[in-house]
C-alpha cells in the first residue's frame, strides 16, 4: 500500500481545553461548527467516544444536490489531550489538544486522500477547523 501524504491544519481557540474537547466531541456541539462553507450543514451527528467506539456525521449540501457520511473508528481517545482514528476508506487522523493557559491549540494531522489535490483537502479541513473556532468564540 503506497503511503499517503500527511495534511497538518492547526488553530487557536480562545476557550480552556475542557471546553474546547467538549464542543469537539459532543453531537449537538459537532452539527453547529462542522461545515467547510455556509452552503453545507451537519444535520446529524453520533459519536462513541471510546477506543474501539464509532462516530459519524452526516455532511450535506443545504440545497440537498450533494451529501455524504463522514465516519470511521476510534484508535486512541485521551480526555482532554487526543483523539486518533481511522476512517472508513483507511485513512489515519489524529487530532491534539494542547493546553496554552486559558487557549487551546487545536492541530489535526490527517492522511490526504488520493481523488482531490492536496491544497484543496488541505482548504477545506482548515475551512471546518476555522469554523468550530469561530462557533467556540462566539458561545461565550
Excluded: C
Excluded at 487526543?82 to 487522523?93: F, Q
Amino acid at each position: 500500500m503506497e503511503t499517503s501524504k500527511k495534511i497538518i491544519v492547526e488553530t487557536t481557540v480562545q476557550a480552556p481545553v475542557e471546553k474546547v474537547w467538549e464542543y469537539w466531541t459532543e453531537p449537538t456541539h459537532i452539527t453547529k461548527w462542522n461545515t467547510a462553507s455556509e452552503e453545507w450543514h451537519t444535520p446529524y451527528a453520533e459519536n462513541d467516544l471510546q477506543v474501539g467506539g464509532k462516530f459519524l456525521s452526516r455532511m450535506e449540501a443545504k440545497d440537498g444536490s450533494f451529501g455524504f457520511d463522514f465516519g470511521g473508528v476510534y484508535d486512541d481517545v485521551r480526555l482532554n489531550e487526543g483523539i486518533a482514528y481511522t476512517l472508513e476508506d483507511g485513512r489515519k487522523v489524529t487530532i491534539s489538544f494542547i493546553r496554552q493557559g486559558d487557549e487551546t491549540k487545536v492541530i489535526e494531522t490527517f492522511d490526504a486522500e488520493n481523488s482531490n489535490p492536496i491544497e484543496m483537502q488541505e482548504a477545506g479541513w482548515q475551512a471546518i477547523l476555522d469554523n468550530f473556532k469561530k462557533y467556540i468564540n462566539n458561545s461565550k
